[in-house]
């Protein structure tokens, strides 16, 4: 049994978390067993995943397989695209400074703010009523 040569890469974002494989090959990207286009059906999303392999231009190079979870699309996507990029970097280390000065390997750290007690949501209040 051959065993096939992988880089891996997990990237989270807000709930997110997405485990990224590259494996050698043509080009094609496979998300929790789906087609890309079937399982992010937001243009913008998937040329949002698409940028950390079209800066280092390697898409034709590695098929990507990703298993992504929790959150919604906007979360996912941030994490599938560190997952990529963390990932690239792990094939080849010459990358690190293209993706880094991109911002591909930065993670974003905002989160939904929890709710205080005594307001509505976690900042907004009741209208006060002067009389």
């Known amino acids: 049994m051959a065993t096939v040569r992988y880089y891996e890469g997990v990237g989270r974002r807000k709930t997110s978390t997405a485990r990224v494989r590259l494996y050698p090959g043509t080009g094609s990207i496979v998300v929790n067993d789906r087609a890309l286009e079937d399982y992010f059906p937001r243009e913008t999303d998937r040329i949002k995943l698409l940028r ?17 979870a929790g959150g919604g699309t906007t979360g996912q996507t941030g994490a599938v695209i560190m997952g990529v990029a963390r990932a690239l970097v792990e094939a080849d280390e010459t ?10 390997l930065t993670r974003d750290a905002r989160a939904v703010e929890r709710k205080k007690p005594g307001l509505t949501k976690a900042r907004r209040a009741k209208q006060y009523t002067k009389r």
């Open 52 to 68: 950390p392999l079209n800066v280092t231009e390697a898409q034709a190079q590695y098929n990507v397989s990703v298993h992504v």
């Open 95 to 104: 990358l690190k400074t293209v993706l880094r000065k991109n911002g591909f």
